[in-house]
């Protein structure tokens, strides 16, 4: 197999300890790759006014695929208020770098997986193997948002909208507006994703997550689509829930979930579901996948208070290191490190903080390097 070309993107905060961490175990599976660091995160954001700057772009483009850490944001006033002086009221604003390199690079399938190993000390459930399919894209993500609302938009709204007549006469900054688009393609192309998966791994099920009884356009096209496109797979139980409802079943009968697919915002939700059910944010793990990029990461965030510390689990980005294998074709060594984790596990010697250890995270990789 040719080398692989990975580009390295620890971000700040914990994002570069658990990279750190997940580097280890890459090494010891002996992985053929080319490591190319790339800028990301606050740092950028504060000294140039974007925490994906362009030559990460180009990075990418010439990636077979990436390791993201974290980055911390933060909410619109604060982002602005610590930019370098002379980039201060220049028209910057700042968007989340993850998920500017979903969609800039059509990154639209969430590929997130709950398993709970035997062992794990803080799983809530121990029968909990789940497969999320969360759309990355659109949906209330698209990005097209209004705070002071265009009077030109939200005549026109009044012109169409009969729901609209209430908030008709409110002045443009008395309200704000954040478009959910859903496309056709977008919703049939992460449902095939999720059936496509379900027949290649022998799941059973795939149920379709949304709310299209209350948001009837875009969660209707969404459950419509889900429904049309299960009739291509007969051998697989399709089945659908209302995205309260489904958090509520989740938590009773998680072992009556096999694969989960849902657009944008919902899939965001439940996958932390999911992930607390298996032991939290050290066991979040996630692959951004398009066609010809895919860019895997831990779910949890920077953590700006363990920074430093090298405290938090590493296991979430060792386990999207092993997606990652997934994806490039090296099942072998993918399962090497799945294996390894497992075995770490079991034996409950090395555990991090989070689990009631006091285990450092490059402690923890390098027990589970020491399994292979
Ligand atoms: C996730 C995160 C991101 C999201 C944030 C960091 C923008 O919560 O990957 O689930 O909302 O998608
Ligand atoms: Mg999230």
Redesign the pocket.
Known sequence: MAKHKIAWLPGDGVGVEVLEAAKIVLDKVGLDADYEHGDIGWEFWMKEGDPLPERTVELLKRSDAAMFGA?T?KPKKEAEAELAPELSEKGFSYR?P??RM?QEFDLYT?LRPTKAYPGNPINLRDDVDIVVF?E?TEDL?SGVEFHNVPEQLSSLLKSISKPFAKFANLKGEEYALSVKINTKKGCERIIRAAFDYAKEHGRKKVTIVHKANVVRATDGLFLETGLEVAKDYPGIEVDDANIDAMTMWLLKNPDRYDVLVAP??YG?IV??LCAQMVGGLGFGC?GNIGENLAVF?P?H?SAPKYSGQYKVNPLATILAAKMMLDWLGEDEKASKIEEAVKRVLVEGKTRTYDMGGSATTLDMANAVAEKM
Do not use: P, Q
Request: hydrophobic letters at 20%; one cysteine or more; proline letters at 0%.
């Open positions: 980055i944001s989340s993850i998920v979903r969430c969360r990355n993500y944008n915002l965001d996958s932390d996630s990461e779910t965030g």
